[in-house]
């Protein structure tokens, strides 16, 4: 069984450039996360898609931070914007259903650095 | 606000021994609790996880215990392998109002040295 894909493993932009990443969850899976991490700390719930339906985006900076998922299946996470403090991981993770009823699956994460 | 504490930044632990690491939690709502074991430039993965309703839960080398009474839980790894070193993130979740949303620890850096 493949795993979640993200892509691209590494990015450095300069503050106020946008940047994007791609998520493609394991098969079958309805639900999807970004978890930003920064270094030192656990990862921190940016936004949860059940399908292509947004369940929580309360943590997500809704002024520089976009996240979308097509046809439930991949999404994107965009920074525009971008700022200094943006600067983490990247982590993208699915479940069959809610993570408190199935353990979520991250992908190996997209670096982000902020010059 | 951290609602997950893993006050232990790091543990160092000898082959062959028992490694202890401990998780603290402040919301008496938390009724799912995970761990989670992240090697370098990799994702977390699933360890273990333990329902409030449970006080242990066995898997292997691997045991959790909770404590609700302490908001305390803790994972023990017997016998610890070089193998084992990680980072080990605790989390928990309130599955009745939060839609199964994880809040995460800052983790803890295990060695286990030959």
């Known amino acids: 069984e493949a795993g979640v894909a993200q892509s691209p493993r590494y990015k450095i932009i300069e503050k106020r450039q946008s940047v994007a990443f791609w998520c493609n969850p394991i098969s079958g899976h309805a639900t999807l996360y970004w978890y930003q991490q920064i270094l030192g700390q656990g990862p921190k719930l940016l936004i949860q898609f059940q399908n292509n339906g947004v369940v929580d985006d309360s943590q997500l900076p809704k002024d520089r931070f976009s996240a979308e998922r097509l046809k439930g299946v991949d999404s994107t996470l965009k920074i525009q914007p971008a700022k200094l403090e943006d600067s983490a991981v990247y982590l993208c993770?699915?479940?069959?259903?809610?993570?408190?009823?199935?353990?979520?699956?991250f992908g190996q994460g997209t670096r982000l650095t902020v010059v | 606000d951290q609602q997950v504490k893993q006050n232990s930044p790091s543990l160092s632990v000898q082959e062959g021994r028992i490694s202890i690491l401990n998780c603290d939690y402040t919301n008496s709502m938390f009724d799912y609790f995970l761990w989670y074991k992240k090697y370098p430039a990799e994702g977390p993965t699933f360890l273990i996880s333990?329902?409030?309703?449970?006080d242990k839960n066995e898997d292997g080398r691997f045991t959790v215990f909770l404590n609700k009474s302490a908001k305390h839980l803790s994972l023990h790894i017997v016998p610890s392998q070089p193998g084992d070193s990680a980072v080990y993130f605790c989390?928990?979740?309130?599955?009745?109002?939060?839609?199964?949303?994880?809040?995460f620890g800052r983790g803890t850096q295990l060695t286990v040295w030959p």
């Open positions: 989390a928990a979740s309130d599955r009745g109002s939060t839609l199964g949303r994880l809040y």
């Open positions: 993770a699915s479940s069959l259903e809610g993570a408190g009823v199935a353990e979520a699956f």
């Open positions: 333990i329902s409030s309703i449970k």
